[in-house]
């Protein structure tokens, strides 16, 4: 057999040419490989959900079905290959009301013209992503949303992008977030926060096993859906860890207090107890947290030490957080509340001094005991082998974790219609009937810029941000 001969590849003197000539060298090359990669990935997860067809052929009782589930399938590959070829845009899109705002984006209820579904789409502007350095965190958040496919993470369907903006199109959630809750009702009783706590516990375990480490859980990033169950949102501060999950690591003024002679009161929601408390001084701070928990300044109370001294961390600082959160549920603030945010990264950070559990406050030894074993040093942190040494603490008795998601919720928002934002603190919020610019965006055309195409060297960072789910809707 003749071996047909080649003449070698010309050497390449990238000197010769000038930084344009470069850069668009290094653009067509992404594009390229991303083009190759997405086309790889998309027909590996088409085989793999015939094989799962195949396999759930198997059984007996669903032969007499095969053809119209095959059927049923090749409609679905259908319209999820029109859906690919269709260009998005934002003229696909009804706005409807503004659920959130940020200095470089927006969050607004919308409503799809094809089907009519409503959705909530977050825009963010990049030119603020990229002076403020804050791509590596929209790439996160879209790295971590798209691989989830979690009953227990906020849902993305796609990703799109014009000269001026980046969007995410995700699954509207219309009960708002569990800080509203706890600024609302102020206190959960011991069941109430066991079931909000099994249910993060299930959450974290999710996005664990994904690879990530979310970095930033707090309530304000637990949404709850339309029949008060939880889903995870927010992934902008989350890490990829694909390593040895067991010897991996990264490197990276006082609240008032309890009084002792005031008591608590008790409201019934939905047929459970939710605790109240009536104390003057905590609701003071509590208008403060609400104010705080809508901005885009955020709260350090909930971050694990790890981050602050270096030492490196893992899975485990995830669970410091939920540790903190179920001590917010129980007590009524945080454990290191402090009015200044270096107040609270001091007491983080010596937390065997500052840690305690206020004297009035009666609880079950279960429910300190697992709050204590999340908020301690991480080499003894309960999770950092798994999810399932914090499910068998005994605060967790009787608890089934496989029919979680069908227990009745404790919370169930009472919904007029499908775009009811009632839970949302829409009334702070400037509401337009279109999508204006945000305030940066604005201010950069207000300066004589034009909507043109972002410069190669911005540009080549966001080549392959667009991620369009398949949705099993015949399974």
């Known amino acids: 057999m003749n ?28 594009i390229a490989q991303s083009f190759f990669k997405n086309g790889v990935a998309r027909t590996k997860a088409r085989y793999e959900r015939w094989k799962e067809l195949e396999e759930r052929l198997q059984d007996p009782a669903l032969q007499p079905k095969r053809e119209e589930l095959y059927m049923q399938l090749r409609m679905s590959e259908s319209k999820y290959l029109r859906f690919l070829r269709t260009k998005e845009s934002l003229s696909n899109y009804t706005p409807i009301k503004t659920i959130g705002k940020g200095y470089a984006g927006e969050v607004k209820l919308v409503r799809r013209k094809q089907d009519g579904r409503v959705y909530a789409l977050k825009r963010l ?15 996160a958040e879209r790295d971590a949303l798209a691989e989830a496919d979690s009953d227990w993470v906020v849902k993305l369907y796609t990703t799109f992008q014009d000269n001026m903006s980046l969007y995410l199109l995700m699954e509207y959630l219309p009960g708002g977030d569990l800080m509203a809750l706890l600024i609302k009702y102020q206190i959960f009783s ?19 096993r994904l690879g990530f480490i979310h970095r930033d859980i707090k309530p304000d990033n637990i949404l709850i859906d ?10 902008g501060l989350s890490k990829g860890f694909r390593g040895d999950r067991s010897n991996g690591r990264y490197k990276e003024n006082q609240r008032p207090g309890p009084s002792d002679n005031q008591k608590r009161n008790s409201v019934n929601i939905d047929e459970i107890s939710l605790t109240v408390s009536n104390r003057p001084q905590i609701n003071i701070w509590r208008h403060c947290r609400k104010v705080l928990a809508y901005s885009t300044v955020g709260t350090p109370d909930y971050v694990a030490p790890e981050l602050f001294t270096g030492r490196g961390y893992s899975f485990e600082i995830d669970w410091w957080s939920l540790g903190t959160i179920l001590y917010e549920c129980l007590v009524g603030w945080p454990p290191f509340a402090s009015e200044a945010a270096y107040d609270t990264y001091t007491k983080i950070i010596n937390w065997r001094e500052s840690f305690i ?14 709050v204590k ?9 309960l999770g950092r082998h798994g999810a399932d040494e914090i499910k068998a603490h005994p605060f967790f008795a009787g608890v089934d974790f496989g029919t979680l998601r069908h227990v009745r919720a404790p919370f169930q928002p009472g919904l007029t219609s499908d775009v009811d934002t009632s839970y949302f603190p829409v009334e702070d919020l400037p509401q337009t009937e279109e999508f204006s610019p945000p ?25 392959d941000y667009t991620f369009r789910r398949f949705e099993k809707s015949f399974m």
């Open 226 to 235: 339309r029949h008060g169950h939880i889903k995870l949102a927010n992934f």
């Open 3 to 30: 071996v047909p001969e080649f003449s070698s590849a010309p050497e390449k003197y990238p000197a010769r040419y000038g930084p344009r000539a470069n850069r668009n060298q290094e653009r067509c090359f992404q």
């Open 373 to 381: 074993s999340l908020v301690c040093d991480q080499e003894t942190r």
């Open 439 to 463: 305030a940066a965006a604005a201010g950069h055309l207000a300066n004589g810029a034009t909507d043109d195409p972002l410069k190669p060297d911005m540009s080549l960072p966001l080549i």
């Open 190 to 208: 011991e069941d109430v926060t066991r079931f909000y706590a099994a249910e993060m516990v299930l959450a974290i375990e999710a996005i664990h």
């Open 357 to 370: 559990f206020p004297d009035d406050v009666q609880l079950h030894p279960n429910s300190i005991g697992l």
């Open 125 to 139: 502007v990049k030119t603020e992503m990229m002076s403020h350095e804050q791509l590596a965190r929209v790439r």
